[in-house]
């Protein structure tokens, strides 16, 4: 139902035809350089991918910047809520046919929302997940944008390219850990105050909170965070490239040195 919601508007088609249109350019510039004497055979592939890759980062900087200030400032933000796992189910005196399957265990754990009154403290750790991911997503297009430079000058194992893999390996580790306790507390902070409910009434008569949580088919707060390591793994490959680039130059200075 997702994937039918995405595709029926225009502008989604026009972004998988760019998106499509662009990755033709580059296989096709590559193809006409794969026959070339020159060390750089495929000078029109790697144009082709820098300029890809600014548009990248122009779309990212300003996508980044609109959902910061949206987030900070909107009257309504989209979070992104941990719930405790539940699955909604009809009282036991509640007749219904019966289904094929049933469900034995597990149900939801997140709920996307878009909500208002979600107080300044909230609305700043979110937006500090939406400015660590933009700022992931902008560095990693700019060291793009260098390595094709390196190719284009022949400067591969240049000592800015060794510099920028070690920065992006950077921002990587630090970036992807900012990002998610951001969204972990941000997320966990907005379902506090959307689901942290403490008492409810019904026709005029008030209950406190204990049983307020029984009611079927009523999440409540999640505490259960789940943290993904990925952006360590993601590091370390990068430093290790970054060590490759810097063992290349002294090999290539070294070639160099001998003819």
């Not at 760019?18 to 350019?25: G, I, M, P, S």
Request: with cysteine.
């Amino acid at each position: 139902m997702g994937v039918i919601v995405v595709f029926s508007t225009w502008w989604s088609w026009l972004l998988v035809i760019a998106v499509l249109a662009a990755v033709t350019l580059i296989l096709f510039a590559g193809r006409r350089g794969a026959g070339d004497s020159d060390a750089i055979a495929g000078a029109g592939m790697v144009r082709a991918t820098r300029t890809i890759a600014w548009i990248y980062v122009a779309a990212c900087s300003l996508s980044g910047l609109g959902n910061a200030a949206a987030t900070v400032w909107g009257e309504a933000v989209t979070v992104k809520l941990p719930v405790a796992q539940f699955w909604p189910s009809l009282p036991a005196h509640t007749g219904n046919p019966a289904p094929r399957a049933t469900v034995e265990s597990g149900g939801f754990s997140w709920a996307d929302v878009s909500v208002s009154g979600l107080d300044l403290e909230t609305r700043l750790m979110l937006t500090g997940a939406i400015v660590a991911q933009g700022v992931l997503a902008v560095v990693a297009g700019l060291v793009i944008i260098r390595l094709c430079a390196a190719i284009t000058d022949k400067t591969l194992f240049g000592p800015r390219l060794v510099k920028g893999s070690q920065q992006l390996a950077g921002v990587v580790l630090l970036g992807g850990m900012i990002w998610q306790g951001c969204q972990l507390f941000g997320g966990t902070m907005a379902a506090q105050q959307v689901l942290g409910g403490t008492g409810w009434s019904t026709q005029g008569s008030a209950e406190d909170g204990a049983a307020i949580h029984h009611i079927t088919g009523l999440p409540s707060v999640s505490y259960a965070w789940e943290f993904n390591f990925w952006p360590i793994g993601v590091a370390l490959a990068l430093m290790v490239l970054a060590e490759l680039f810097r063992q290349g130059g002294k090999v290539q200075k070294d070639v160099a040195g001998l003819i």
